[in-house]
């Protein structure tokens, strides 16, 4: 050959030449045979893994706590039984192969069925039709990953002795959608059924127990409204569900405490990558960021003084009342206590029908914070203290003529309006007119004094406006404004200013928060729900955040005279002979008081239930509690009936928690 000729020759350049390419062909087929026959195996593994996904791994939520650092809300341990798909490929394929098998055995029986009636082959054609196409054999892989799944869950329920079912449907959903993940087989196990499992737990099953974190209340039903609820969800936190591949479900404040500081409660999300292969699977896994655990919440709220308030309407009004009391520190505007009546359960994930809106009840409804009502008689010391600015002399006598139609009671007339008075007809001076709640003596004296002045000083309270809480449960109430006053406005609208009815609306909070600035001076306060928020684990570090205690929101600027005849007054309300709200009355506290009831009507102007109230500070020397009682109710009655004796166990229960030893008594934070 030419080549091998030339070779022959002398020629040592190019026999140097020829050795190079030789062996630069030997460590070609060398490699090659590397690569496709000693690496076969591994180069196929990395064929098969394709990609990185990452899962958000919620943090653990943090407690809410009462004042004294007791539990209100808490996180509590719960394990379940999941699937993990990756264990069961080869189960699933070879349950695939098995169906594969008997469906064309099924179709060469068809085939030749279809041949021996025709007395001839079938065409490749005609043959089509017996075909397995790839939506078929979709649908043989799907049924035999229920098959197998649906296996693995009648194994499941022989071990722990409950039965347990394949949803075939949501099933199917994960499979499509989180492959990498493992599927919830069994959620909520006790402590039997976990006994039973490790305990009788054999390897190849593709099940194990998983442990996760739920949300639970110790005190049931206490402060439900207040504290809110969560729900799961996979939406992360702040829209960062785009930035990975799959959420693990984590609890989401919806309402109340939960919602307002459901960035604090939560804390912050972790990151774990997985590897998985061109299937979808789980090939191995490795924590990028561990999660941060949220922080927890110190309330304002005693759970001493909120399980008396509770307490006692179930005592008084049963389970069904529709009624709210809000208890608060005069001094710095803390709430010790924030009642809704009917309790619910706020464990909202599990029982979500508790929170829906009743027609009547509406127990989803924070009515200590979120309904206004009309005050009626209890909005009678704001005007009472607009007049004596004005000035009224507290010691003038106003007569309160008898009602015709209502013999032993009085009335007064507003144009050719008779308004009745509950009050019985005779003399009435401040003091008595507050106890006894003349109408007649607030309308004359409130007309006299000007609407103007009255509106005014409601604004200082900041009645109609909202007091911004984290709850997402407020609403402003209604307060008619100056420029409202002065267009259209005719005495008849002042009288009802006067009485509490009309065009004003109020929440028991901030009736609560207007009798407070009444007991201590003046000051009106934001009312604070929260005291700190602080790391879980305060060895690990982090900061402590403090919400400021007794923030002024406004200054009312009236004499203390003429809150000193207005304590006086309202003393009387709970200890004359004569006083409505005498059954509010604790042995060793003066209660100033004022009791009030508001007609509420239907679309047709006809009676059809009553608000009654009981607002009230004490003690009278040296005030430091405002306790406010609101109950709605069809039946005949009055405030100091209905409400004052379940101020009466609220004021029992701070005095007793006040004469506790130290350790336990209530202290402001």
Not at 10 to 20: C, I, M, T
Not at 522 to 532: K, T
């Amino acid at each position: 050959m030419l080549v091998v000729d030339e070779l022959k020759k002398n020629d040592p350049s190019l026999r140097l030449v020829a050795v190079a390419l030789a062996a630069g062909f030997c460590v070609l087929i060398t490699g090659l045979w590397w690569v496709q026959v000693v690496s076969a195996k591994e180069y196929q593994n990395h064929l098969e893994t394709q990609a990185y996904r990452t899962i958000r791994l919620p943090a653990v939520r943090g407690k809410i706590l009462d004042r004294d650092g007791r539990v209100l809300a808490e996180n509590q341990p719960r394990y379940s039984l999941s699937l993990f798909l990756d264990d069961l490929r080869q189960p699933f394929y070879s349950d695939y192969t098995n169906l594969l098998r008997w469906a064309r055995e099924s179709q060469k029986e068809k085939i030749s069925t279809a041949e021996k009636s025709l007395g001839r082959s079938l065409s490749k054609t005609e043959l089509k039709q017996f075909r397995i196409t790839p939506d078929q054999g979709e649908r043989l892989r799907q049924f035999a990953r229920e098959r197998v799944a649906g296996a693995r869950a009648a194994s499941i329920s022989e071990i722990i002795g409950a039965p347990v079912t394949l949803n075939a449907k949501d099933f199917n959903r994960h499979y499509a959608r989180s492959l990498a993940l493992p599927y919830p087989l069994v959620k909520k196990l006790d402590p039997t059924q976990v006994a039973r499992f490790q305990e009788n737990f054999t390897n190849g099953l593709g099940v194990d127990l998983e442990l996760e974190s739920v949300r639970n209340y110790p005190n049931g039903n206490t402060a439900a409204h207040l504290l809110g609820y969560v729900s799961l969800s996979d939406a992360g936190q702040d829209g960062d569900k785009a930035a990975y591949n799959y959420s693990l479900p984590d609890y989401q404040g919806q309402l109340g405490i939960e919602a307002g500081l459901d960035t604090e409660l939560r804390g912050h999300a972790g990151e774990e990558s997985v590897l998985v292969n061109s299937l979808g699977y789980r090939q191995s896994e490795n924590i990028e960021n561990a999660p941060q655990p949220g922080r927890n919440a110190v309330l304002t709220l005693d759970l001493d003084i909120q399980r008396a308030a509770e307490s006692s309407i179930l005592t008084h009004q049963g389970a069904n009342a529709r009624a709210a009391v809000v208890v608060m520190d005069i001094r710095n505007g803390d709430v010790l206590a924030m009642v809704s009546s009917p309790a619910i359960n706020p464990i909202y994930s599990e029982n979500s029908s508790a929170w829906m809106t009743d027609e009547k009840l509406r127990p989803g409804i924070n009515r200590a914070t979120q309904e206004k009502y009309a005050p009626g008689s209890i909005f009678k010391v704001f005007v009472g203290l607009a007049c004596l600015e004005a000035g009224l002399d507290p010691n003038r006598q106003y007569y309160n003529p008898e009602n015709p139609s209502d013999p032993g009671h009085g009335h007064i007339m507003i144009g050719r309006r008779p308004i009745k008075d509950t009050a019985p007809p005779g003399e009435y001076d401040f003091r008595r007119a507050i106890l006894r709640s003349s109408n007649t003596y607030f309308i004359t004296n409130g007309i006299r004094c000007g609407v103007d002045r009255i509106i005014t000083l409601a604004q200082k309270f900041h009645f109609g406006q909202r007091a911004k809480l984290p709850t997402k449960q407020e609403t402003g109430g209604d307060l008619p404004t100056l420029e409202d006053v002065h267009h259209g406005w005719r005495d008849g609208n002042t009288a009802n200013i006067c009485i509490g009815q009309g065009e004003v609306a109020v929440t028991p909070l901030q009736i609560a928060v207007a009798y407070s600035a009444i007991a201590n001076g003046g000051s009106v306060f934001w009312p604070r729900l929260v005291i700190r928020t602080e790391p879980q684990d305060p060895t690990a570090g982090g900061t402590i955040t403090n919400y400021i205690a007794g923030r002024v929101r406004d200054h009312i600027g009236v004499s203390p005279r003429n809150l000193k005849v207005l304590h006086t007054a309202m003393l009387s309300e709970t200890e004359d002979p004569e006083g409505t709200g005498r059954e509010s009355r604790v042995g060793g506290l003066r209660i100033c008081g004022k009791t009030g009831t508001a007609q509420r009507t239907d679309e047709h102007n006809r009676v059809i239930g009553w608000n009654y109230w009981f607002a009230s500070f004490a003690p009278y020397e040296n005030p430091r509690y405002a306790v406010v009682v609101m109950v709605q109710s069809e039946n005949k009655g009055s405030g100091g009936g209905v409400c004052a004796p379940i101020a009466h166990d609220i004021y029992e229960a701070l005095l007793k928690k006040e004469n506790a030893p130290p350790s336990t008594a209530l202290a402001v934070k």
